[in-house]
């Protein structure tokens, strides 16, 4: 199925990390679809070009909100609510790629970061968007993961931890809300051009010899075709937001999965 015959007309969406990249392609896939959007950026400076050429209707709320700023997510909640009347599906899109080289020689400030930004920031934003979908008996929350968190990926530790442990947040959030009518999934895009897929040119002359190293099999994923175009790696995501893999709560699920399939084999779909 394609981005084109998605209808999502009156959901309510929340995409935090809305500035560009993943975030951006999602917006335009959503807003095209029908539904009511809620864009957060961490810079106010980023947010013009989140919503730039998304002309409503649907309607597209904006709101400054770093992911690791508990009150800017409860203000950007509570001006979603007064303008759309809550929300329906939390994306949590917003993180960083982290340090590069053996663990042990991270700075111990960007590892703090990058699990501050990837792990923190999605339970934050849950908490603030929880309880108007628990109030409201219903809801779905979808948090980009990582190949990087279901294998290993050394030298990229501080990244590939923080997605590990989104995947086990999203299983118990997924038993934990069950009684509340509301799903949670971890997803995986793909390697897109974006973030830990889009290094910096500068990086492959990096004076960090893993940051080359890391640089060199990008280029190489990228020149075998293994890269993910931005459109597609937002289709599965569209249908985890429409709810069509409901049945598969709890799961971490990719670009690549048959998602109407494997919900239809749960006997619940």
């Given at each position: 199925?394609?981005?084109?015959?998605?209808?999502?007309?009156?959901?309510?969406?929340?995409?935090?990390?809305?500035?560009?990249?993943?975030?951006?392609?999602?917006?335009?896939?959503?807003?095209?679809?029908?539904?009511?959007?809620?864009?957060?950026?961490?810079?106010?400076?980023?947010?013009?070009?989140?919503?730039?050429?998304?002309?409503?209707?649907?309607?597209?709320?904006?709101?400054?909100?770093?992911?690791?700023?508990?009150?800017?997510?409860?203000?950007?909640?509570?001006?979603?609510?007064?303008?759309?009347?809550?929300?329906?599906?939390?994306?949590?899109?917003?993180?960083?790629?982290?340090?590069?080289?053996?663990?042990?020689?991270?700075?111990?400030?960007?590892?703090?970061?990058?699990?501050?930004?990837?792990?923190?920031?999605?339970?934050?934003?849950?908490?603030?968007?929880?309880?108007?979908?628990?109030?409201?008996?219903?809801?779905?929350?979808?948090?980009?993961?990582?190949?990087?968190?279901?294998?290993?990926?050394?030298?990229?530790?501080?990244?590939?931890?923080?997605?590990?442990?989104?995947?086990?947040?999203?299983?118990?959030?997924?038993?934990?809300?069950?009684?509340?009518?509301?799903?949670?999934?971890?997803?995986?895009?793909?390697?897109?051009?974006?973030?830990?897929?889009?290094?910096?040119?500068?990086?492959?002359?990096?004076?960090?010899?893993?940051?080359?190293?890391?640089?060199?099999?990008?280029?190489?994923?990228?020149?075998?075709?293994?890269?993910?175009?931005?459109?597609?790696?937002?289709?599965?995501?569209?249908?985890?937001?429409?709810?069509?893999?409901?049945?598969?709560?709890?799961?971490?699920l990719t670009y690549e999965d048959d998602i109407p399939a494997l919900a239809a084999a749960t006997g619940h779909a």
């Amino acid at each position: 199925m394609s981005q084109d015959t998605m209808d999502l007309s009156g959901l309510r969406v929340l995409v935090t990390g809305a500035a560009g990249g993943l975030g951006r392609a999602l917006a335009e896939a959503v807003h095209a679809a029908g539904a009511h959007l809620v864009l957060t950026t961490r810079t106010a400076d980023s947010l013009p070009g989140a919503a730039a050429g998304l002309d409503g209707p649907p309607e597209v709320v904006t709101a400054v909100a770093d992911v690791t700023n508990d009150a800017e997510l409860a203000a950007a909640v509570k001006l979603a609510t007064e303008r759309l009347g809550g929300i329906d599906v939390l994306v949590n899109n917003a993180g960083v790629s982290g340090p590069v080289g053996p663990a042990w020689e991270n700075s111990p400030a960007e590892w703090r970061n990058t699990l501050e930004v990837n792990l923190e920031g999605p339970l934050a934003a849950c908490r603030a968007v929880l309880p108007g979908m628990i109030e409201r008996g219903h809801g779905r929350v979808v948090t980009i993961s990582s190949h990087a968190g279901h294998t290993r990926w050394p030298h990229v530790s501080a990244y590939s931890v923080s997605k590990a442990a989104v995947n086990k947040l999203t299983e118990n959030l997924a038993i934990e809300l069950l009684p509340h009518g509301i799903t949670a999934f971890s997803y995986h895009p793909g390697i897109v051009n974006v973030g830990l897929g889009a290094p910096a040119p500068e990086t492959r002359d990096s004076d960090n010899p893993w940051q080359r190293r890391l640089s060199s099999w990008l280029d190489a994923q990228r020149e075998a075709g293994r890269y993910v175009p931005l459109d597609e790696a937002v289709v599965n995501l569209l249908r985890l937001i429409r709810g069509d893999a409901d049945p598969l709560t709890g799961r971490y699920l990719t670009y690549e999965d048959d998602i109407p399939a494997l919900a239809a084999a749960t006997g619940h779909a």
